[in-house]
Structures are given as C-alpha cells and as structure tokens.
C-alpha cells in the first residue's frame, strides 16, 4: 500500500539517522523481513540474531521479534542502546518459567548443571549454566551428556524430551510450551501427506513429540529454510509459525510450501500457526521508536540491570562460544 511505502521509505531514513541497524526474525511481518533484509540488518534465527546483533557495530540495535531477544542483544552488547517495536512482545515459554519458581526448582536439584532455552527472561538466564537455541540445543546437551553431566532442562518440554530422546542425556524437564507449535497435529499432517505423498515434512522442535516423529527434518527456523532447499523434495510440509513462508519461498522458489494443519485450522481459522507476539512488531511501532528523540526515554528500550547482565552473560557467552 502507499501508505506503507511512505512508512518504510521513513524507517530507512531514520535508521540511517539514528546509526540503527534492524534485527528482525523469520515470525515478523513479511514488510519487516524485507526492511532488515534492505537495509543491511538480518533476518535470522534466535541464534544468528544474537551474533548479529553483537557484531554489527551500530551503536543502536532495533530488534523486531519477542522479549528475550531484546534482552539477549541488551545483555551482549550493554554498551548498545535496544529497542524494540513494543516492549510487550513476550513469549508463552518466557511467560511459563518464572523467575522465583525455576530457582527453587534448581535449588531442589543441586548436582544437575542447568540448561535453558533462549526464550526465557535474562532472570532466568541468570540462574543457567547454560543457554541454548534450538539450532545447538541437541549438540551442547550431546556434549553435557558426554560428560557424565545430569542436567536440568527449561522451558520447553517438547524441545527437552526430543533433545533427551537423541542424547540419551539424564534431563529433569520443566512443564512450559509453545503456545503456536503446541497446536500442530500429526493426524492433521498424516491426512495431508494422503494428497501429497511425495512431501518432505520439516517440523521445529517445539511442536509435540507426534509431529516430530512425522519430521523428515527437525531444526531451527533457519535450518528448516536450509531444508527445503537442499532437501530434493519438491513439496514440503512445515510446522512451524507461517512468517517463515516468507523467506523460505524465496530460498526455495520452485518449491510447493505447506501450511502443517493445527489443531484450530478450518475451525476456527484458516491459518493458525502464528505467534501473537511476533505480530506485534509493525512498520507503525518501528517507526514510532525511530522517531523519538535519542536524548530522551524512549518507552520501548530494553534496561538489564549490571548484576543480573553479569550472571547471565556467562551461560550465552557459552552459548555463543560452543564449537559442535
Ligand atoms: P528459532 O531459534 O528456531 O528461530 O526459534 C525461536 C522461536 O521463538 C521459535 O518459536
Ligand atoms: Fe515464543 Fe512460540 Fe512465539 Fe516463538 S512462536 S516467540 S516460542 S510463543
């Protein structure tokens, strides 16, 4: 829409202004994608978007997806100002693990090295040993394991018990979802793949353990898109949330994509699989962070306070560090 091109046309003038790079992930409205793509920022997963945001040398850094993503960039680069569209972007596996009661959880299992999924707060984060993005989650836990490490996982039950199902690894899970991967069916995806049986079915691993047993490939967003251009399939089925069709049809242009029914879909929706948080972030939001005086509160900066960044650096710095 016109209006849209005057909004976007602005975004790239004030990221200039503002010596702000866009840090978006592959959930945010296709326009949002585009704009990080135009503009030299990235599109990326939880993982790349971390070491992005850490290298990029913009002494602003807008990062348009969900919370701890904010955080995660606020806690590498505290010397970077973090802003975010809205600050109310928040996540169901953040909101389903807090703070006072994954502590006593670790409290009441001292001898278990604690691992959490990057979708938690900087809190939590605090509280780890280690963190991880579903793109090395089975490779830092193989490794733990290796070890003789016990471990104590949070949030995501699905992702803990395919990563404990691939390393055989002794993992106490916390009871946290997805509330968009927890949706998808594996009825649903066994009646689609009746009507395209040649289809390869690439599934995130916050879907429940039904749908990923059905997976011809198991991965992070960014290793999904990764799949359905080198897989040789010509369709695909894919659970995960629907802004990934976006850049994976480019990546893949001949290639027939997929929508994985959800447990609401032709129901009460047509199409279901897509985080509410995600679709907060706006060109109209963008903007409006853009537009406000640097020397003045913004309203949507991400502050981490000293201590707590300190502790939770160490677990993302081993993050961030781990070789496979
Ligand atoms: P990725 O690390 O695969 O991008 O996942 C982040 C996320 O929130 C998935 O729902
Ligand atoms: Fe969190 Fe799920 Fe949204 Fe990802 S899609 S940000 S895991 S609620």
């Not at 992930?25 to 135009?38: G, K």
């Not at 992005?52 to 602003?60: I, K, L, P, V």
């Not at 984060?125 to 793109?135: C, G, I, L, P, Q």
């Not at 900066?301 to 496979?324: G, Q, W, Y």
């Amino acid at each position: 829409a016109a209006g849209d091109a005057a909004l976007i046309a602005e975004i790239k003038q004030l990221l200039i202004k503002r010596d702000a790079v866009l840090v978006a992930h592959y959930y945010c409205d296709d326009a949002i994608q585009q704009l990080a793509e135009d503009t030299g920022g990235c599109v990326a997963d939880s993982l790349e978007m971390a070491r992005f945001g850490a290298r990029h040398d913009a002494s602003t850094l807008i990062v348009a997806g969900v919370r701890f993503m904010g955080e995660t960039s606020k806690i590498l680069s505290p010397e970077k100002r973090v802003l975010m569209p809205t600050l109310e972007a928040t996540c169901s596996l953040d909101l389903g693990c807090p703070e006072d009661e994954f502590a006593a959880f670790c409290d009441a299992h001292p001898d278990r090295t604690v691992v959490v999924y990057a979708n938690t707060s900087a809190a939590v984060k605090a509280r780890a040993d280690w963190v991880v993005t579903s793109s090395i989650a089975v490779d830092v836990i193989e490794h733990l394991h290796a070890k003789g490490e016990k471990l104590i996982w949070a949030p995501d039950k699905h992702l803990g018990a395919y990563v404990q199902k691939q390393t055989g690894a002794d993992m106490l899970l916390w009871d946290g979802a997805c509330i968009v991967h927890d949706e998808f069916r594996a009825q649903g995806i066994t009646d689609l793949l009746k009507v395209h049986p040649d289809a390869a079915v690439l599934v995130h691993p916050e879907s429940p353990q039904s749908v990923v047993e059905l997976a011809d490939v198991v991965g992070s967003t960014s290793q999904l898109i990764k799949a359905a251009v080198e897989l040789p399939h010509e369709q695909m089925i894919v659970a995960t949330d629907r802004g990934i069709f976006f850049k994976m049809q480019q990546a893949a242009p001949g290639k027939q994509l997929f929508e994985a029914p959800t447990a609401g879909n032709g129901a009460t929706c047509k199409s279901c699989a897509h985080c509410p948080w995600m679709a907060m972030n706006g060109l109209e939001n963008l903007a409006a962070v853009l537009r406000r005086d640097p020397a003045e509160a913004n309203g949507e900066e991400i502050f981490v306070d000293d201590s707590l960044r300190e502790r939770a650096l160490k677990p993302l710095t081993r993050m961030l560090e781990f070789n496979r």
